[in-house]
């Protein structure tokens, strides 16, 4: 039986284009840059923006994502996923206001796995809503996104997003998250600042877990190198406010001590714009320590793309 994230990931985020290599090397999130393809996951209104082909994941292990969709009145869209193996079909809709995903997954190999997703996306005049279900097997999962103007402090943006998740072997969780943005006009740049609080509760059996990070800071910028190359960076900090582990594996550390658990993550990008063709890769800090070596190809370790590559064509 597959885990319930494997849903989250290649099912009711209506296709896998949508962890793409621009969204990864700008922090992950989505929500945060609403003009992206990758919001269709999360907001699944935003079908009836684009018109596009995409391939993800090109370079990397598990097979090219493929991805199409088109359209005036109405948009249509079909996803395939070179790493899914019980996906019989997966169709994107949308009619100018409302977007729809839908997708049915039946393997009929050794073990037999039947399931079906469903994703729901509209704007109102309270804000911009995507939310959906997903049901494999034993395994089921909700799912709700909310975005908006809010002019509070230093933001003008907002996002809240809820999930809930069942295995169907004992092991539920639910996840709470709200955060605040700015987008900053540099000249040249994008530059993105965001504070949000994060809570997350799992049970094991009779065991649980219950956790908050407060405040959850994303820095991250898009820098115009010239017209047709970009270079992009972003940092993550979290602190954890609170946590209170009664014996779950792989949970957050018991804050019997004090807080355990607080990181700092980032990570750069390139993009490459010719017109209606755009490539996206993650890169490495070694390009800026060793730029020659990495971009001649003498570095036998280290490539310049990190991870796989999006190539997108826009019409």
Known sequence: MKNVKVILISVVLCAAVFANSRIAALGGDAGFWSGDK???????????????????????????????????????????????????????????????SVQYMADKGNTETDGFAIGYGQNFEWGELGCGFA?????????????DDMDVWVFDSATASLMS??????????????????????????????????YMTKSVGDNDVTSMTLPTATLAVEAGLTDWATLRA????????????????????????????NSTSYGFGLGFNWGQATLDMEIGEELFLDPVTTMSGYNATDNLATGSVTLSYSF
């Open 234 to 261: 972003w940092a993550t900090h979290t602190y954890d406010f609170s946590c209170t582990n009664d014996g779950v594996a792989g949970g957050c550390a018991d804050d019997t001590n004090g807080p355990a658990d």
């Open 135 to 147: 049901s494999e097997d034993d395994e089921t999962e909700y799912w709700a996104n909310w975005r």
């Open 38 to 100: 990758a919001n269709i996951a999360i907001f699944p209104a935003t079908i009836n923006d684009h018109d596009f082909v995409e391939l993800d994941a090109v370079g990397g292990d598990n097979g090219v994502d493929a991805t199409i969709l088109w359209g005036d009145a109405t948009t249509w869209g079909f996803n395939f996923d070179g790493n899914d193996e019980t996906t019989w079909m997966n169709i994107m809709w949308g009619n100018g206001d409302v977007g729809l």
């Open 165 to 198: 998740t069942d295995d169907g072997d004992e092991t539920t969780t639910m996840d709470l998250d709200f955060h605040m943005f700015t987008h900053l006009d540099a000249g040249g740049a994008d530059v993105l600042f965001g504070l949000g609080v994060e």
